[in-house]
């Protein structure tokens, strides 16, 4: 048995600890924790391997760094230009730089992980210059703690249905308010589902970072619609158990760590369809898809009304996606890759 000390490696880990990539990590850390890998953030340590999840100029060096010392090079390739478009301020000016960098780091390391299929054929369609193995692993979901609770339910509605107006079917979403995300769509469906309330929850750190078409909905969105920004995991879960479902719009995701989130807490999903989504979730067996808004009011309304017949298989189906996809699970997945990497390398 090979013993394996990982360095986990992301650039910017405050500036980033709200967004996808920093959940990713602290997923890695958790999964690996659960199978008894060693796992370092410092590059001064010493270590067998090192797997990168940031690609900027620091990732670079350390990339670099670690090719001096003779060491394997994984990157995860949370970081694509089809994903960073419709984010912040300039990101369509800036993608193709974003494109160029995620080029030459993923081209230049040793091996690969995509958090799905579809990402894995897009790197490898876009960005590899030559044929390289990609090893497709879930970002994972904690199906322990991140769970239905009705005690957190019960606190949620106690403390905070009155400072979010919660008299209506909630309906909630989380992530950060990017167009990506889908939010000038999302806001469309709150207007024309007012019988409802509805909650964006993420970071609002971001908002100066935002166009300022974005910034106005977040300073004056609809009645029903309230931006709480960033909370604790206990309100999070909270929430999720009060909703009536969860509704994503997103239009582009290398896999969406809050659908694993949602199905983990047994929360009906709505989401768009799109070709992230077409070989693990399927429409009407463990999910809602939608092609347009007009779809989207439609199915949440059917979910509200408790017009589904099969809606508790539905929600055991995707209760059964995120098991599969527990960290314990993705965490094995990890250290038999990096036994692999290390078995393998030269």
């Excluded at 990609?134 to 949620?156: A, H, M, P």
């Excluded at 990890?334 to 030269?346: A, P, S, T, W």
Aim: charged share 30%; proline share 3%; with cysteine.
């Amino acid at each position: 048995m090979i013993v394996v000390k990982v360095l986990l490696y992301s650039e910017g880990k405050n500036s980033f600890s709200k967004s996808g990539v920093g959940q990713a990590l602290n997923h890695q850390i958790e999964a690996l924790g659960e199978n008894d890998v060693e796992v370092t953030l410092n590059k001064e340590d010493s270590y067998d391997l090192v797997h990168i999840n940031t690609i900027g100029i620091k990732s670079y060096e350390m990339l670099k760094e670690a090719k001096k010392l003779n060491k394997p090079v994984i990157f995860h390739t949370h970081t694509t230009y089809e994903d960073f478009r419709g984010s912040i301020k300039g990101s369509y000016f800036l993608s193709p730089i974003i494109k160029f960098w995620a080029k030459k780091l993923y081209n230049a390391a040793d091996y690969l992980i995509s958090p799905s299929e579809y990402t894995k054929n897009l790197i490898k369609s876009k960005y590899l210059e030559e044929d390289k193995e990609i090893r497709v692993i879930s970002n994972g979901v904690n199906t322990k703690k991140f769970k239905k609770s009705e005690e957190l339910k019960k606190k949620f509605l106690d403390e905070y249905k009155n400072i979010y107006d919660i008299k209506k079917p909630l309906i909630i979403t989380a992530g950060l308010p990017f167009e990506r995300k889908g939010i000038r769509d999302f806001v469309e469906i709150v207007n024309k589902c007012s019988d409802y309330q509805f909650l964006w929850f993420g970071s609002s750190s971001v908002k100066s970072m935002l166009p300022k078409r974005i910034q106005d909905i977040i300073e004056n969105p609809p009645k029903n619609l309230i931006f709480p920004g960033y909370v604790e995991k206990d309100i999070l879960i909270g929430a999720f158990s009060a909703a009536k479902a969860f509704l994503f719009t997103t239009y582009e995701e290398n896999e969406g760590i809050v659908v694993l989130e949602t199905f983990s807490a047994e929360l009906p999903l709505v989401v768009r369809d799109i070709p992230v989504y077409n070989d693990w979730i399927e429409d009407g067996k463990s999910c809602f898809k939608a092609k347009d808004n007009e779809e989207f009011c439609k199915k949440i309304k059917n979910i509200v009304e408790n017009k589904v017949e099969n809606l508790d298989d539905i929600i055991k189906n995707a209760h059964n996606v995120a098991c599969e996809r527990d960290l314990k699970i993705i965490g094995a997945k990890y250290k038999k890759y990096y036994e692999d990497v290390l078995n393998n390398f030269k």
